[in-house]
């Protein structure tokens, strides 16, 4: 007998809690119990949100969008809550959370116990505020830099993707349930709406669906389909896309949602394709499903299985948490907030630090040598972490470049800002102190959720605007001790003015600590760590091709660093590329064996050095190449990584498991997965350059 609470709270699980640890198996009777008991109308409650089209809340809620929980299918009579949506994906989009850096910040720190962290804090901030389901797993592929929502993913590749959303996964997890999205191939923001995306299934499963598997994999309890079609079919209508491979190749056991407002077009379409709840109103469910099942054409059964999807996600999930951590205490709490500097410190990559006449690097700065330090630019003084559409956080305060300066300068060192409108005026400055620093960038107008006539969407250009790089030439001219710091969302061309600086930083939109993150590493107290986890190109015709308003694309498989390789360019900064104040040495790379079987695992090792005078972090990166393949295969992929501290002086010898089902491609005729028994190239560095890396080889027995 299990003791049931029938008091519903806001938040919490009702009658779906239990004194006792369920079973998988005692979930599912549970599940199938209270269906029985339903009616049709109760039934199809579950599938669609609470508040009806056009109502106070439905208004409040678009208005002043997630500034609560998002509640869908409660039922009283039953004691079954509603699920509680709260977006992402940088914190709670509830007021006040904790900001984090954007995804594709923290997937520059290529950390994946620290975005558990992160998704820890996010889930406890959720929950503490109400939520029980966090929509910010955003794990869509960056196919082009331009795309306006790549802040929002991590990166470039499936397999760096798949490893941090899972991370994510795994850490919000331990409190709510996570949604992954946008499923699939959503990497266009302006022609979201309207665009068909068509790919062949090859390409489909091995570059924009792998890290999609690999969250179902971590357990995602929830995934969102995208606004676009995928070769033809709207992705919330799209059978092949959710019932084929969704819920039948990978086995996945959670409840699929739509996308707001737009999501789907027609209910017939959307249930049979295998949506299960449509969000966030009560829209073409609450008003079709109910006379479609009584005139015959849809089927109660699919109605009982979406419901039963919902049903065990929510039991699954009322049986988990750590109730003595929610409260309002948590939120943006000083642990939270240390978080998010921590994550701020290691997402901030250095791009370029040469070493000046004095025999010495520009960076870090050395308050023993740097007495005034003229910060320059709008963005400095600027409250800019991101979107403001429906990634957008509202934390308590935001840290500015100009105040994280100013905090770590004290007395000592005299900073002195200047907005760069005038130029005349800020070269003056310039040349009056021991260093520049040029803060430049993109803001939530340049790039984000396209919202029409508020900004964002995607980047007509990946240059900065004329005026930046013109005035990163002059302070440049007037002062040799000048480093420029950018912020964006994605990549950025630097042609006009790199080779006139001799210090770059990307620091992404770096979150609410990021003011105190970056003066930390411009004054030296933490080492930078972070990587790219994509390409800058030094042009776009290094890209493939994008058009904002296309209502009709193909998508092949090369893009960043795989489609630099195949055509031999050279970027200008490549992927998985990051600088440090220490150097290290790649040494004495060696395999646990030299053949190896198809089901079986590979060890690489390889040894690290610290050969520098700082202590610091180094991210090991492992590629594989394939030789003699009988289809055409990039030059090489991402299949492992790992991250490692090292103290001057230190070695540490880094081993990296590659199983082999990892180098398999997707043959179109079996149809399925195939592992080919020939000669594969292992090269493990620092980047994914090829002068970086080391390289040996290895077979897979037939």
Known sequence: MYTIQLKMVPGEWGALKFTDHLTKEQIDAKARSLLMQMCLEEKIGQMSGDAPLFSFPAMRDLWAYNSRAIPAG?????????IRFSDGPRGVMMYHSTCFPVSMGRGAAWDVELEARVGDAIGVEARSQGANFFGGVCINLLRHPAWGRAQETYGEDPFHLGEMGAALVRGV???????????????????????DV????????????????????????????????????????????????????????????????????????AVLGGLDIEMPLQMHYHRNLAKLVRNGKVSES????????????????????????????????????????????????????????????????APAKVRRVALIGKLAAIKNIGDRGSSGVRPPNV???????????????????????????????AHATDAAIV????????????????????????????????????????????????????????????????????????????????????????????KLPCVFPKSEKQLPFFDKHATSIEYGSYHGYRLMDKNGYEPAF??????????????????????????????????????????????????????????????KELKGFAKVKLAPGETKRVAIALPANRLAYYDEQLPGWRIEPIAYRVYVGPSSRSEDLLTTQFHIRG
């Open 74 to 82: 409660e039922n009283l009579r039953l004691g079954i809550p509603g």
């Open 173 to 195: 997890q331990r409190h709510i349930m996570a949604c992954i999205k946008h499923y699939a191939l959503n990497s266009m923001e302006n022609a979201r709406f309207k665009v």
């Open 198 to 269: 068509r790919v062949n299934e090859r390409t489909l499963r091995e570059i924009y669906l792998l890290h999609f598997q690999r969250c179902i994999e971590e357990g995602a309890a929830s995934v969102m389909s995208a606004y676009n079609k995928v070769n033809g079919t709207f992705c919330g209508h799209n059978t092949h896309l959710l019932r084929d491979i969704l819920k039948r190749d990978w086995a996945f056991e959670g409840f699929v949602m739509s996308d707001f407002l737009f999501g789907i077009r027609h209910a017939k379409a």
């Open 302 to 365: 699919v109605i009982d299985e979406a419901v039963l999807r919902i049903l065990r996600q929510k039991i699954r999930f009322a049986q988990i948490g750590e109730p003595e951590r929610y409260g309002p205490h948590t939120v943006a709490c000083a642990e939270h907030r240390a978080l998010a500097r921590e994550v701020a410190q290691k997402s901030i990559v250095l791009l370029k630090n040469e070493v000046l006449a004095n025999g010495k690097p520009l960076l870090p700065l």
């Open 399 to 429: 840290v500015t470049p100009l105040e994280g300066m100013r905090a770590a300068a004290g007395k000592d060192i005299d900073i002195v800002f200047d907005d760069g409108r005038n130029t005349t005026a800020a070269v003056q400055k």
């Open 439 to 530: 803060i430049a960038g993109f803001t939530h107008k340049d790039e984000g959720e396209y919202l029409f006539f508020l900004g964002g969407g995607d980047r007509d250009s990946l240059t900065l605007r004329p005026h930046d790089e013109a005035l990163i030439q002059a302070v440049a001219a007037a002062n040799p001790n000048t480093a420029v710091v950018l912020m964006g969302g994605s990549a950025v061309i630097t042609e006009a003015w790199r080779h006139k600086v001799p210090a770059i930083l990307m620091a992404w939109y770096p979150g609410m600590e990021g003011g105190h993150a970056l003066a930390d590493i411009l004054f030296g107290k933490v080492n930078p760590s972070a």
């Open 574 to 635: 490549p992927f998985g590329f990051g600088l440090s104040y220490t150097t290290f040495a790649y040494r004495n790379l060696e395999l646990d064996q030299n053949e190896v079987a198809a089901d079986g695992t590979l060890r690489v090792n390889v040894e690290i050095a610290n050969i520098g005078t700082l202590a610091g972090q180094e991210i090991v990166q492992l590629y594989v190449g394939y030789e003699g393949s009988r289809v055409e295969r990039p030059v």
